[in-house]
């Protein structure tokens, strides 16, 4: 096998005396331990197909060379390359998972122990995360009743001359009313970080989820709709200037284009928002990563069509119940990505909260959950001197929906069959709450 040019890093060119890229190769039994993990089974029809392609692997073992490079290789660039032609984006950097997007956006923004960050009240942790790590005030938004998203109108109320960024979630793949969001962002001189962790594919008017804020972050974690070997994440950017700096901030700032003296390479701060400028530190990914990335993102409007599919046969199967409001399919401007399927109950004309609900969907082996709940409920806000009680009365929309109204239910990978008892079991509990059974 032919060898290639010497990356400069590493001495992977013709040479006396190497110096390898990867420190200890993976080899054939490492490999077949992948395969099993991959492809799991048991029995004896499994064990003789698995020891065929043992054979095959070892053989392959003789004749074929390990790659020279495990990260932030061609597989990488490659994943990034696909990210952006799908996205219709530029420069999007492909990192170790979606929260290590928020802290590159939130470093570029320059946030400070004091400044404010408004968030939707109902959202995963993640999203709130770095900004409380580094003493940031959040504070949180109610939400929509029926799309769960963060409310702008709640927003503009509590937007502060210390607000520096509004990070709206599109909870399950709904898409938030960015045009709103974005108008107060302009108004007011603030940045605006898309958490589209669930919004990968999704569009409103127009654009893909994630391209109409100052920043996108998307997850590729294993229960997204897309995954890239269980983790990963992609950060874009619409401002052109940082674009070039997101690949160094990813890695350490490492810049390859100036070295410093007897060395290959310089390592320099990143610039952020208004001259001010920050330190990187290291979400590098593997290509193994990149990698799985590029395989699922190739059948991807696939996988969209099929959840699509799902979701409208639940809400032409629900639309009849009064008692429920089943998930939005959306229209020509509004495309979610159906991560979650979104079910609302009026707990008056069903008889009884979501909660009781959700103990006879339970019974009968029907896997839901609300999956996000209201943040300030956490006991490591109530560590740093947030007040429970006082924010909820803010946020009184997200009190009654979370304890009374709302639930979520996956509905990838389901058969027609599962889908058909699932609508069953849905009716046929609003029924029982009806009946009082």
């Known amino acids: 096998m032919a060898k290639k040019a010497s990356d400069f890093r590493y001495n992977t060119g013709e040479t006396k005396v190497p110096w390898a890229a990867v420190g200890e190769n993976y080899n054939a039994q490492d490999l077949m ?16 197909a698995m020891k065929a392609v043992e054979e095959k692997v070892y053989a392959l073992d003789q004749v074929s060379e390990p790659p020279a490079k495990l990260s932030l290789d061609a597989e990488v660039a490659k994943a990034e390359e696909m990210c952006d032609e799908f996205l219709n984006t530029e420069g999007c950097v492909f990192l170790t998972n979606c929260t290590a997007g928020f802290e590159i956006a939130s470093k570029y923004v320059g946030l400070q122990p004091g400044d404010e960050v408004i968030v939707p009240a109902i959202t995963f942790a993640a999203t ?14 109610d939400v929509d009743p029926v799309t769960l998203n963060i409310d702008p109108k709640d927003v503009a109320k509590k937007i502060t001359d210390k607000t520096k960024m509004i990070v709206p979630v599109h909870i399950g793949g709904y898409p938030v009313d960015m045009d709103a969001i974005m108008e107060l962002a302009e108004k007011h001189g603030i940045i605006v970080l898309e ?23 998307y997850s590729f974690h294993e229960v997204k709709n897309m995954t890239s070997f269980g983790e990963g994440g992609i950060l874009t950017t619409t401002i052109k ?77 629900l639309s009849g119940c009064d008692a429920l409001i089943p998930q939005d399919l959306g229209n020509d401007e509004i495309k979610p990505t159906f991560h979650l399927y979104s079910v609302i109950i009026d707990p008056e004309k069903a008889g009884g909260d979501v909660q009781l609900f959700k103990k006879k969907l339970a019974q009968k082996g029907v896997t839901e959950i609300a999956h996000f709940g209201p943040l300030y409920r956490f006991e490591v806000l ?32 389901l058969t027609q069959e599962q889908l058909d008892y699932m609508a069953d079991a849905i009716l046929e509990s609003i029924d029982e709450m009806q009946k009082g059974i």
């Not at 395969?35 to 064990?47: N, S």
């Not at 709130?128 to 938004?141: H, N, Q, R, W």
Request: charged share 25%; hydrophobic share 40%.
């Open 128 to 141: 709130m995360a770095y900004p409380l790590s580094i003493g940031c005030k959040i504070v949180f938004a």
């Open 33 to 48: 331990a992948i395969v099993r993990f991959l492809m799991k089974g048991e029995g004896a029809e499994y064990d003789a």
């Open 241 to 317: 200037d940082f674009r070039p700096e997101m690949k160094r901030a990813r890695f350490l700032g490492a810049d390859f284009s100036k070295q410093i003296k007897n060395w290959l390479y310089d390592v320099c701060s990143i610039p952020g928002k208004d001259g001010s400028s920050f330190v990187a530190t290291n979400f590098s990914t593997t290509e193994i990563q990149g990698l799985g990335l590029q395989l699922q993102l190739s059948r991807y409007d696939k996988i969209l069509e099929a959840r699509a599919q799902a979701a409208a046969y639940l809400t032409k199967r």
């Open 195 to 217: 958490d589209a962790a669930h919004g990968f594919g999704g569009e409103y008017k127009g654009k893909k989820l994630g391209t109409i804020g100052h920043f996108g972050a």
């Open 382 to 413: 109530k560590e740093r001197g947030y007040d429970e009680a006082a924010i909820a009365a803010t946020c009184p929309v997200t009190e009654e929906v979370f304890d009374r109204r709302f639930t979520h239910f996956p509905i990838y990978g």
